[in-house]
């Protein structure tokens, strides 16, 4: 059985690995990149092993994707570096709620300029 930690590396597993494939990067490239073994990228992809938050951040900025993402938080690849606050809203929330909640937002940008 798996614990949710367990979970986690093998979502990030899974995630690495698609992201490779989609931009054709060898496993021999990335590890250059990230400054770890070939095999290391292979045990990250596999679940077998859990990369360092710094390996994690590094594979965050190159695929430019979010760590929320990386981790099997979001299944949006928002870009890793992101300068508006992207903000989840429960979907329980109703549809005239949230149409307040986009005016309220932008009635505060607009107060401050943005």
Do not use: W
């Not at 698609?18 to 679940?47: F, M, N, P």
């Amino acid at each position: 059985m798996y614990n949710n930690r367990d979970k986690v590396i093998i979502m990030i597993g899974q995630r690495l690995k698609k992201l490779r494939c989609e931009k054709k990067v060898r496993q021999e490239d990335l590890a250059a990149i990230l400054g770890v073994q070939k095999a290391t990228v292979s045990h990250y992809e596999t679940g077998k092993a859990d990369p360092s938050d710094k390996v994690k951040i590094e594979i965050a900025k190159y695929f430019d994707v979010s760590m929320d993402y990386l981790m099997g938080i979001i299944d949006e690849t928002v870009p890793h570096y992101q300068r508006e606050l992207f903000i989840r809203i429960p979907q329980k929330i109703k549809p005239e709620e949230r149409e307040m909640l986009e005016k309220f937002v932008t009635f505060i940008a607009q107060m401050n300029n943005l």
